[in-house]
């Protein structure tokens, strides 16, 4: 009897390894197989219905087989437990998109996903420019033709690439239409996914740094503003409009887009599980979008920095003091209390007014001067009004003076040349 035992305990020692071993691979393996016959579901289907009842299937595998998380993240190598069902949630998403785009839009995701495929090859091609561009700027700063057209063609490229990001954006929500709160949560889902493999908000954080770049590398020329100023302007716009809607994404628990942290990007985190994913979600999706608002505000500084200081240079290297401005309410307070000083002191306006006003200000600064952030079309017209009658003051005297200058020396040449000699005197009868 006792040797019957033993040998039983022998036995299950002896086997243990090998029924725990047998136990983890039929784990591993069952685990797998659920995974491949889901995914081949997903693949296939072609209604709302079977891919809502394969979301719920997604949800059973997870819970049956998370108390093995710890083991099926070695067994699972490269991905781990977490990443497979995450792979599944967002194969689940984007087949609903599908079957959702094809039946209510017409709209093939194909066609969809190779428009922004291109548009995102094209805005890399870019990318790659940039960067010969800016080595093109530091090289051709001995050359002033060179520098113009090194800064004419890096304003173009970092023009084109604001226009492909926010066309791809636009590829995007452009299916499901204007308004986001008639959008299903699991199309706003798909939604956050394309953002995310497009790496939007990296890229918009990238452009609006390499325009602060920019305007740090290069000495700009005041014809040089007006377009910088409206591409600023509308960047700021088309951002505001992507920020809110990725807000409206991030609400319901979708991933929403990588961002640029220095040091490469950092992948957004969605904490499943009702309340805390959403409030999770659009909390980081807010911090992100923090950054790119830091990098617009340090590219408006800038600009506005910049403009304005090169204005201030043009009195200066123009001999010509004038009380310091930074805006466009102090300029305007500047350029009317010189006016009224030349009027009231009989100075020359000439030097101000056609040397400067006129060759300079008018012809290099107007465009961008009359831009409604800096001073406006209306103001900037009621000034060059002011400036022109101190001109027209001037002139007025002067031909007055001419004219009458002419009259004299009319009057004097005909009195000593043209005036006839009065005949002689008739004599008296009988002289």
Same mark, same amino acid.
């Given at each position: 009897?006792?040797?019957?035992?033993?040998?039983?305990?022998?036995?299950?020692?002896?086997?243990?390894?090998?029924?725990?071993?047998?136990?983890?691979?039929?784990?591993?393996?069952?685990?797998?197989? !659920?995974?491949?016959?889901? @995914?081949?579901?997903?693949?296939?289907?072609?209604?709302?219905?079977?891919?809502?009842?394969?979301?719920?299937?997604?949800?059973?595998?997870?819970?049956?087989?998370? =108390?093995?998380?710890?083991?099926?993240?070695?067994?699972?190598?490269?991905?781990?437990?977490?990443? @497979?069902?995450?792979?599944?949630?967002?194969?689940?998403?984007?087949?609903?998109?599908?079957?959702?785009?094809?039946?209510?839009?017409?709209?093939?995701? @194909?066609?969809?996903?190779? !428009?922004?495929?291109?548009?995102?090859?094209?805005?890399?091609?870019?990318?790659?420019?940039?960067?010969?561009?800016?080595?093109?700027?530091?090289?051709?700063?001995?050359?002033?033709?060179?520098?113009?057209? +090194?800064? !004419?063609?890096?304003?173009?490229?970092?023009?084109?690439?604001?226009?492909?990001?926010? +066309?791809?954006?636009?590829?995007?929500?452009?299916?499901?239409?204007?308004?986001? @709160?008639?959008?299903?949560?699991?199309?706003?889902?798909?939604?956050?996914?394309?953002?995310?493999?497009?790496?939007?908000?990296?890229? *918009?954080?990238?452009?609006?740094?390499?325009?602060?770049?920019?305007?740090?590398?290069?000495?700009?020329?005041?014809?040089?503003?007006?377009?910088?100023?409206?591409?600023?302007?509308?960047?700021?716009?088309?951002?505001?409009?992507?920020?809110?809607?990725?807000?409206?994404?991030?609400?319901?628990?979708?991933?929403?887009?990588?961002?640029?942290?220095?040091?490469?990007?950092?992948?957004?985190?969605?904490?499943?599980?009702?309340?805390?994913?959403?409030?999770?979600?659009?909390?980081?999706?807010?911090?992100?979008?923090?950054?790119?608002?830091?990098?617009?505000?340090?590219?408006?500084?800038?600009?506005?920095?910049?403009?304005? $200081?090169?204005?201030?240079?043009?009195?200066?290297?123009?001999?010509?003091? *004038?009380?310091?401005?930074?805006?466009?309410?102090?300029?305007? +307070?500047?350029?009317?209390?010189?006016?009224?000083?030349?009027?009231?002191?009989?100075?020359? =306006?000439?030097?101000?007014?056609?040397?400067?006003?006129?060759?300079?200000?008018?012809?290099?600064?107007?465009?961008?001067?009359?831009?409604?952030?800096?001073?406006?079309?209306?103001?900037?017209?009621?000034?060059?009004?002011?400036?022109?009658?101190?001109?027209?003051?001037?002139?007025?005297?002067?031909?007055?003076?001419?004219?009458?200058?002419?009259?004299?020396?009319?009057?004097?040449?005909?009195?000593?040349?043209?005036?006839?000699?009065?005949?002689?005197?008739?004599?008296? =009868? $009988?002289?």
């Amino acid at each position: 009897m006792n040797r019957t035992l033993l040998t039983a305990l022998l036995s299950a020692v002896l086997c243990a390894p090998v029924t725990a071993q047998h136990s983890d691979f039929a784990l591993k393996s069952d685990f797998e197989e !659920r995974y491949r016959q889901i @995914s081949g579901r997903l693949d296939s289907a072609s209604t709302t219905g079977e891919i809502d009842s394969l979301r719920e299937e997604i949800g059973r595998l997870e819970s049956e087989y998370a =108390p093995h998380q710890e083991f099926l993240d070695r067994a699972l190598y490269p991905l781990t437990f977490g990443e @497979s069902i995450t792979r599944l949630r967002s194969l689940q998403v984007l087949t609903y998109d599908r079957v959702y785009l094809i039946r209510t839009q017409g709209v093939k995701l @194909s066609e969809l996903e190779a !428009r922004i495929t291109s548009l995102t090859s094209r805005l890399d091609s870019l990318t790659a420019q940039r960067d010969q561009l800016f080595g093109e700027l530091q090289e051709s700063r001995k050359s002033l033709s060179a520098l113009r057209e +090194a800064v !004419r063609r890096l304003t173009a490229n970092l023009g084109a690439k604001d226009r492909l990001i926010f +066309a791809i954006v636009d590829s995007i929500f452009l299916p499901y239409g204007k308004d986001l @709160s008639r959008v299903a949560d699991v199309q706003k889902e798909a939604i956050g996914e394309r953002l995310e493999r497009s790496n939007v908000l990296t890229r *918009v954080y990238e452009i609006a740094a390499d325009n602060v770049k920019f305007l740090d590398a290069t000495q700009l020329q005041g014809k040089d503003y007006g377009n910088l100023i409206e591409q600023y302007e509308a960047f700021n716009g088309r951002w505001a409009g992507l920020k809110q809607k990725m807000t409206d994404v991030a609400a319901t628990g979708a991933p929403v887009p990588t961002e640029s942290t220095g040091k490469g990007t950092t992948k957004t985190p969605v904490v499943r599980g009702g309340a805390r994913e959403v409030r999770g979600a659009s909390e980081t999706a807010a911090a992100q979008a923090g950054h790119v608002d830091s990098a617009l505000a340090e590219w408006h500084a800038r600009l506005i920095a910049g403009f304005w $200081g090169g204005l201030q240079r043009e009195f200066t290297q123009a001999g010509i003091t *004038v009380a310091p401005f930074n805006d466009g309410p102090s300029f305007s +307070a500047s350029i009317r209390q010189e006016v009224a000083s030349l009027a009231a002191s009989k100075q020359d =306006p000439l030097p101000f007014v056609d040397a400067l006003w006129k060759q300079k200000i008018d012809r290099d600064w107007r465009d961008g001067l009359s831009r409604d952030a800096m001073l406006g079309r209306t103001e900037y017209a009621a000034l060059d009004r002011l400036v022109s009658g101190l001109s027209r003051d001037t002139i007025d005297m002067t031909f007055i003076a001419y004219i009458a200058g002419i009259l004299v020396i009319i009057g004097l040449v005909w009195f000593f040349i043209f005036r006839k000699k009065k005949p002689p005197a008739e004599p008296a =009868p $009988g002289s």
